[in-house]
DNA sequence: TTCATATTCTCAATTTTTGAGAATATAAGC
DNA sequence: GCTTATATTCTCAAAAATTGAGAATATGAA
């Protein structure tokens, strides 16, 4: 094993299931020898990416929380978003969450979530959670706005293939609702928010209770969820004109 | 330059004041040539820890969000203190921010942070801060309680020196205040947490107005402080009691 | 002290990384 | 379509790092 993924390979193990490991359980896991492994957690532990935590058990280590506040820092469509999210949330005027999830990597990713005071359910998502590619209205809404060609690289071609119809629709709606299709009794509404400046696939989203969706009320939190995607978008760009407009 | 350190000094680059990359640009920063460049964010990209934004510009990948949110569902402070910490903002009645702190590797960092509704200040310290080792209540309640082996090997012989009878002090005291010692006009009060099982030396802490801080409301928000950081400390024996307790 | 376990060290064989440049993508403009 | 500029991957021998087995040391509790 080599370079990075051997490094990654230990990270990898630790999970809320098992969140510290002793050197020779890891040893055991990879298969490879302790004093390997032994030289690796040295490594890692330099860099803060473990640490100790007692009696010779380790567990991730705080250059996690770091990046992870870096990102929360310069994330774009946190910067653009996170406000109109909380914003959304209050003016949805029934219990509900928002979410706030994007194209990350190969994943689609929820990277911001807001409960109203009232919401009684706990939805599945939160910060950090990767979401079903294919399912929910959420993850619906970013595949729609995706490039044919990466659409294939990322679900393959089986699946895009009998996707093409629905997510066809959904673009020309520029919406997307779900009823059941991730938790029972739930539902998801959302809307894309695109920025090609930044290589920015995303989406706007409110999980609510799928009874308190009326007709009239669904038309609203339509509506709400459209323009606040939309507001996103400008000032996605906005943010983009400042940086190019900026002095290098 | 080797291993995993190889890696590391690519990531340490992005920074809140340059959150993009080229690879271009960070083989000149690092002072590579650009094919080892290309060679490490690919590797980087593979593992999630770097994506592509656009135009051949990198920035930090999803991995980081991810693994951060298996902290916050398995740090033992976290589960233990979280609840509490929300409860303290609320019953301290008065405008604050509650923060949970560690030591984490060899820093002292922040990992939960809470506003009362009314709080109308901003202190500089949120979820993955680092704080400043030897300066403000927080950081001194954990450095009070730190076995003076570790202490030397944290601050430097020096400092620890400097510090020792300050140190004892809080410890007999079980509390440090300290007023406008990192924010001008604000005031930190901090009790320790520490469980030997866990290996883990903390603190609980509000920042207030300095100027709210009358004798008797001081005396209060100690005691607050006090019972709620013993509480933890009761919960976190208990959590780890449980684990040890069920069958491997 | 003595024991048990955790951690680092040693060294030759093996594998990986490195750097310079060539060879390919990829995208934009014409 | 072609052309250009830039981004990215590839090639290969030299240099450097990693590996594994076990010995040598810490470290901490009894």
């Not at 029972?184 to 009874?211: N, T």
């Not at 939190?221 to 407009?245: C, D, N, W």
Request: proline residues 5%.
């Amino acid at each position: 094993m080599a370079g990075l993924s051997r490094y990654m390979a230990v990270l990898r193990l630790f999970s809320e299931g098992a969140p510290t490991w002793t050197v020779a359980e890891m040893a055991d896991a990879l298969g490879v020898p302790q004093s390997t492994a032994y030289r690796t957690v040295r490594d890692l532990l330099s860099e803060g990416l473990v640490e100790m935590s007692s009696e010779a058990r380790y567990r991730l280590g705080p250059a996690f929380i770091e990046f992870d506040r870096l990102t929360r820092l310069t994330d774009p469509l946190l910067l653009a978003g996170n406000e109109i999210l909380h914003e959304v949330v209050k003016e949805a005027g029934i219990p509900c969450v928002g979410l706030l999830t994007r194209l990350y990597g190969r994943e689609v990713m929820c990277i911001a979530d807001a409960a109203s005071p009232d919401a009684s359910f706990s939805p599945s998502y939160e910060r950090g959670r990767p979401m079903p590619l294919t399912q929910g209205a959420t993850s619906k809404a970013i595949l729609a706005r995706l490039p044919s060609k990466r659409l294939v690289k990322l679900i393959g071609r089986e699946a895009a293939d009998a996707m093409r119809e629905e997510l066809a629709a959904l673009r020309r709606a520029g919406f997307c609702l779900g009823r059941g299709e991730i938790d029972e009794g739930l539902a998801g509404l959302a809307a894309p928010i695109v920025c090609e400046a930044e290589g920015l696939i995303a989406s706007l989203s409110l999980v609510v209770e799928s009874h308190r969706l009326a007709g009239a009320r669904e038309e609203r939190l339509r509506l709400l969820l459209i323009s606040a995607a939309q507001e996103m978008e400008v000032r996605l760009r906005a943010a983009e004109h400042i940086k190019e407009g900026s002095p290098a």
